[in-house]
């Protein structure tokens, strides 16, 4: 394989495979700088609004590269997309979503012309108020859905309608009003609470942009097993996400945790020493931690914690009937240390009492100046005396 340089004559990426960044779900490729990887498929994919993208064939040859717009067959008329991957790649992806790489019937036209875009242009403009009007239209209906994001075709021809349903919907009388009031094709496509996030796009609370919305595109089921496996709180206004489901990163580290805790001794097993029994409480499964109370209590002052594998040797003493003097290594178990409350530590009232002591040291001062400028008592005449 050839070598290959990213501007600073240095190892690092290839310039080929990295596309326009103003797209969700971009992917690098990293087969870009295979030689003759571009002829080896003539599939290509195009990516249309947000989240959307199929794979289509390119029969005309066309020298296609990541970020050229293009126009593609569509079911009536055509479409207007962006081209996000080409070569041998494409075949990977395809097989990553589960499509036969025979099955790229849609053909690829011709790159987008002027007037093309024009079009393109005018029917991207209505998607909004579409949107809008919609909602009203689905309201008064009385249908229980919500209609998320609204589509339009490149030529303006049919409009794709994204909603959001706990139940089944009959929407047929919906089709009819709204095919009479904007003159276009209806398509209704269901989606769930995850797939509209991606679709919408936002800011995690991670500070990142939502995964839905940049690279992932196949959802996986989350469940609070995983949360409990990785000992986070489950609060669900923590564990939610935009969606309102769960966060789909719980998953990501699920299965470090899951082999870490495989080398943690059982909960059930208490280990002995000469004079106590200490039961397991709690455990740091990632810095191999664990936490034991001889009464069964994690707000216990007696809590010890000891490495996983002083626990194990501890385990193995005490299986051959042996009981060391303390669960340390040292022999000495040091207790929980006391909370210090740093709110505890300077009284509430201490600038009160600054304040006071400053005011009584000002009247003592006044008093005191008060006293040296009192003038003397008047003196007896002493002609009388004489």
């Known amino acids: 394989m050839k070598n290959f340089?990213?501007?600073?004559?240095?190892?690092?990426?290839?310039?080929?495979?990295v596309g326009r960044q103003d797209k969700q779900l971009n992917t690098y490729d990293w087969l870009a700088d295979v030689p003759g990887?571009?002829?080896?498929?003539?599939?290509?994919?195009?990516?249309?609004?947000?989240?959307?993208?199929?794979?289509?064939?390119?029969?005309?040859?066309?020298?296609?590269s990541k970020g050229d717009v293009v126009a593609v067959e569509a079911s009536p008329g055509h479409d207007i997309g962006t081209v996000t991957l080409t070569g041998a790649l494409v075949a990977l992806q395809m097989s990553k979503t589960h499509l036969k790489s025979d099955a790229g019937t849609k053909r690829i036209y011709r790159i987008a012309r002027d007037s093309d875009m024009e079009k393109y242009a005018e029917a991207k403009a209505l998607e909004h108020s579409t949107m809008i009007k919609s909602r009203q239209i689905a309201k008064n209906l009385e249908l229980n859905m919500k209609i998320g994001d609204v589509e339009y075709q490149g030529d303006g021809s049919k409009a794709i309608f994204y909603y959001i349903a706990d139940q089944r919907v009959d929407f047929r009388t919906l089709i009819k009003v709204l095919a009479e009031e904007?003159?276009?094709?209806?398509?209704?496509?269901?989606i769930g609470a995850r797939q509209e996030a991606g679709r919408i796009g936002g800011i995690g609370p991670c500070g990142r942009e939502?995964?839905?919305?940049?690279?992932?595109?196949?959802?996986?089921?989350?469940?609070?097993?995983?949360?409990?496996?990785?000992?986070?709180?489950?609060?669900?206004?923590?564990?939610?996400?935009?969606?309102?489901?769960?966060?789909?990163c719980l998953?990501?580290?699920?299965?470090?945790?899951?082999?870490?805790?495989?080398?943690?001794?059982?909960?059930?097993?208490?280990?002995?020493?000469?004079?106590?029994?200490?039961y397991q409480v709690k455990t740091d499964v990632i810095a191999g931690l664990v936490c034991y109370s001889p009464d069964k209590s994690i707000n216990s002052t007696e809590l010890v914690t000891i490495s996983v594998n002083r626990a194990f040797e501890i385990i193995e003493m005490n299986r051959q009937g042996n009981k060391p003097v303390a669960l340390s290594e040292d022999g000495v178990d040091q207790g929980k240390p006391a909370i210090v409350d740093l709110a505890e530590q300077d009284s509430l009232t201490r600038f009160d009492k600054?304040?006071?002591?400053?005011?009584?040291?000002?009247?003592?001062?006044?008093r005191n100046r008060n006293r040296s400028f009192k003038p003397d008592a008047p003196q007896e005449s002493t002609d009388q005396e004489n």
Not at 37 to 64: I, P
């Open 182 to 190: 904007f003159h276009v094709r209806i398509e209704m496509r269901q």
């Open 354 to 366: 600054a304040k006071k002591n400053k005011h009584k040291n000002r009247n003592r001062h006044n």
């Open 37 to 64: 990887g571009e002829t080896m498929t003539d599939l290509v994919e195009v990516q249309f609004k947000n989240t959307r993208k199929d794979y289509y064939l390119n029969s005309n040859h066309l020298a296609l």
């Open 210 to 248: 939502l995964c839905c919305a940049t690279w992932m595109k196949n959802f996986v089921t989350v469940s609070t097993s995983a949360a409990r496996c990785q000992n986070v709180s489950l609060n669900p206004q923590k564990l939610a996400g935009q969606c309102a489901k769960l966060k789909c």
């Open 251 to 278: 998953n990501y580290e699920v299965s470090t945790y899951m082999e870490a805790a495989s080398r943690v001794p059982a909960k059930d097993i208490p280990l002995e020493t000469a004079d106590k029994v200490y």
């Open 5 to 17: 340089v990213c501007g600073c004559n240095q190892r690092g990426l290839s310039i080929k495979g």
